[in-house]
């Protein structure tokens, strides 16, 4: 079903196509200056190089093959393309560029699905050029995108990375005099504006707009449990206190609650509410066979709904037998830091004194990177039909993984290693393993949270920010030193420019969210241990609100615009941890409490009833926060009606305008109407002789002198 059908909806939609229009009365449109001389996309085309005569010609074959087939693709969409040779051998670079004719029929599809399902209910006058001129980068960009990626019964060049044979990436370039001013623009100022968001939002696309926004806005959130910390110290005098413990609870109620009704704003500013009914198949859902839809007709690829629920539950086993692992190796680690910290003090203790932050620095980030890719294999298998359902199924699986390593070693030392530690003893003299330990106490959980608050932080941006760095200027040397092959020069400095953008990794928007989300983990759930937590995280996230901008402009691909109108499962994911804090903050009340005997006998019963109580705590304390919030008006539902009352309104004017016409004929056939035939004599009287006659009758009845 074609946009033509819609065409009554809109007042400006003809469906008159270029081709039959009369060019001489068309006026010349002024179009801006292309940004990327035209190019709005790079397809990084990647085949095999055999090295043996048989297979060269057989490897040989297959890449022209695979080539002609993306070209014939492009071509049948309507776009322009051109063909360059890669930096590396085994590589071609195919630039994508989109007429405006083509961008336009693009446009007018997501228009009318748009206004259908409620996504933007304005209609724009879609026979001007003036709204397709105005269009943003990051709009264009998904335009253009939607027609290389979307089906061939759609419309689109049906070109898929990893699933069409040799095409390896689709990425578009960055327009580098705009990010420098952005960058430029973000240094110089204290705070991020909305005007800021809003021009992240015109160049990156609005998931990307979404994750600075959540970031400032928690940013600008931190400052409460900021000054309760500072409060916490200067009262506390180093002991635990419980109204700290709930102002941190009421706090992450509050700030979960808050980003709730702060996304649904933005998402009605950027005009994006209700994007995810519009949401396209993945391309890499094939189905088992093709069904004909029954309210498009079109043929769409079907999976039983037995196959995917049978899918989906027996990849639990899976994710279960990758975090045993991951468990496995983080505890390993752990436990060998504290023998080796704490207990030995045999020979080459100088040595293997950092054998466990080797560990940690290497053994860990590489097996949650097989993780990672494991749970990927994973959710594929699942048969996700959409983007959002598989980023929401990935997105928990990679939580799982997270959490693990984040947070295991402080629950093991809270919950097993200080009360049970003394039980060690005996058995390292058992082993004859010779020790100098001394007791453990409560410091050695804050130190340990001070390693991942400050020194984790520190680390993360040294490997975020400083390694690509160096990266990019020590790597190419040392290739040319190295490789026998050299890479391809290019004397075009845009070409140089694409193949420096090419040579770059696509940037991940989940390692960003991981590392915020983890954080305010720290801040809700033990932050009662270290008071500064919240003021070192306010800190670091000023200038990764910063960093992360630059790393996005200079260190990574441009990532391909996509709408959403929210972050997401990371929401789900922070409720998740702000439930948890009543848990582990009611039990590192009570553990380590001074009236606490922590080796008695009761001590796992009171503990587990100071939990029972948080808990309530904090379902008291949620229902309140919801009340408040609900009882404050929000201003995107002003929006919303206001929007729609405009829209209904012009309905209105236009159906009154449409009826006028109906009036005129109807006036006009009156003399062979018989309903006014029989009301002639009626209407013939004048209206002050019938009210003259009624009002006698009137009198009458009264019989008033």
Known sequence: MGSDSFAHLFPGMSSQTPETCDAGNLTPISFPPPVNQGVDYVIVFSYAV??????????????????KQLTGKLTRAGLYFDVKQGQTKGTLLVLVGCPYARLAKQYQNERVQDFLLGVKVDADDLTEATPLLQLTEAERLRLVYDILTLPFNQGGADVSPKVDPCVDSIFPLHNDEKNDKWISSWSKKWMITDDDLNQLRDTFGEKIAFYFAFLQSYLVWLAVPCVLGVLMHLTSKGSLVTWYAIGILAWGVAFTESWKRRQVDLAVQWQV??????????????????????????????????????????????????????LFIVTFVFVLQLFLHEYYIGPFKAILHYAPTLGYSLLIPTMSTLYSD????????????TESSWDSAYTKKIFIANFLVSYLSLF??????????????????TMNISHQHQKVDFQRLRDQLVYFVVTGQVVGFLTEMVVPFVLARVLPKTKKVIS??????????????????????EYNIYTDYVEMIIQFGYVSMFSLVWPWT?????????????????????????????????????????????????????????????STDIHSVYTPLYTLLAILLSEHVYVV??????????????????????????LKQKWIDRAGGGNAALVRRLDASLPTDPLHQAWARAASTSVDDTNEQASQWIKNDFKVE
Not at 288 to 316: C, H, N, Y
Not at 374 to 385: C, I
Not at 490 to 502: G, S, T, V
Not at 621 to 636: D, G, H, K, L, Y
């Open 484 to 505: 026998k092959e050299k890479d391809r020069e290019a004397a075009d400095p845009f070409l140089k420019k694409i193949y420096a953008e090419a040579a770059k990794d």
């Open 621 to 646: 304390i949620r229902f309140v926060v919801q009340a408040v919030f609900a009882a404050i008006p929000e201003r995107s539902e002003l929006a919303i009606k206001k929007s729609m009352y405009h």
């Open 412 to 429: 093991f030392i809270a919950w097993v290693y200080i009360p049970f530690g003394e039980h060690v003893l005996p058995l390292l003299s």
């Open 50 to 67: 055999g090295k043996g005569k048989d297979d060269a010609v057989k490897l040989q074959d297959t890449a022209i093959q695979a080539l």
């Open 374 to 385: 494991w749970v990927r294999v994973l959710t594929n298998w699942e048969m996700h039909k």
């Open 273 to 326: 509410r209700h994007c995810s009914k519009t949401e396209r198949r993945r391309a890499a859902f094939k189905g088992d066979r093709t069904v004909r839809d029954q309210v498009t007709g079109e043929e769409m690829p079907f999976v039983p709904a037995w196959k995917i629920i049978t899918r989906r539950g027996l990849s639990l086993p899976g994710v279960a037998i990758g975090a045993l692992l991951l």
């Open 534 to 594: 919240a003021l070192c995280c306010l800190l670091n996230n000023w200038v990764e609100l910063r960093s992360d901008a630059v790393k996005i402009c200079k260190y990574t691909r441009r990532p391909i615009p996509a709408r959403a109108e929210s972050i997401g499962p990371w929401l789900d994911n922070m409720e998740t941890l702000v439930w948890l804090s009543s848990i582990t903050m009611a039990s590192v009340l009570y553990l380590f409490h001074p």
